[in-house]
C-alpha cells in the first residue's frame, strides 16, 4: 500500500515536471503531427492556430517553449516574437525559447529571426529527429541559463551578507578589545556590544 503510493507520487511529480511545449501553426497536419509527437515523448502539447491565438495561450499557459510557424494569418511570427521580446505587456514571458519554423531559407529572414530574438530558426520541410534535436538543446541552453542566475543570484546573496558580517566586526572589534584588555567603561562596552 505504502509502495503503490510513493510510485503514485512519483508519477505526479514526473507529469509535474514534463516540458510544456506551444505549438503555432495555420497548418492543421502540422499541429496535429507535433501533437501527437509530442505526447508520445513525454512533453505535454498546446496548440495555436495564428499568432493572436497563440499569445492567449501564453498568457494562460505560460508554456517552456515556442514552436512558431513565421507565415500565419492574423499575426506572424515576427510579430509574435517580437511583441514577447518587447512588449512590456509580454515582460513575464520574455525569456520563453522560441524556434521559429519557416518555409523561408533566406539567410536574411534568418539573421532577422535571431536579431528579434528567437532561440532557433528551423527551415520547412523538416526532420522531425533533427526538430527534437533541436528544440532538446534549446530546452537545455535554457534551463542552463536559469541555473545560472539562480548562481549569480544565491552568490550576490552571500556577498551582501559577508560584507554585513565584515561591517559588523568592523563595528565590534574595538569593543572586544576593550573588554579583553580590561579598559573603558564595562557599563559602556556592555551598552556598545
Known sequence: MIKEQ???QIKEKEMDNRKKILIVDDELINLEFFDLMLSKLG???EKAEDGEEALEVIKKWDPDLIMLDNIMPKMSGWEVTK???TSPEYGKWRDIPIIMFSAMDDVKDKIEGF???IDDYITK???FSEVIARMMAVLRN???IIQLKNRETRLEMQESVCERLENYIKTVMPVLE???NNTGNPEENRAKL
Open 6 to 8: 510513493m510510485n503514485e
Open 43 to 45: 512533453f505535454v502539447v
Open 83 to 85: 511583441l514577447l521580446k
Open 115 to 117: 536579431d528579434l530574438g
Open 125 to 127: 520541410p523538416f526532420n
Open 142 to 144: 535554457h534551463e542552463m
Open 178 to 180: 576593550n573588554v579583553c
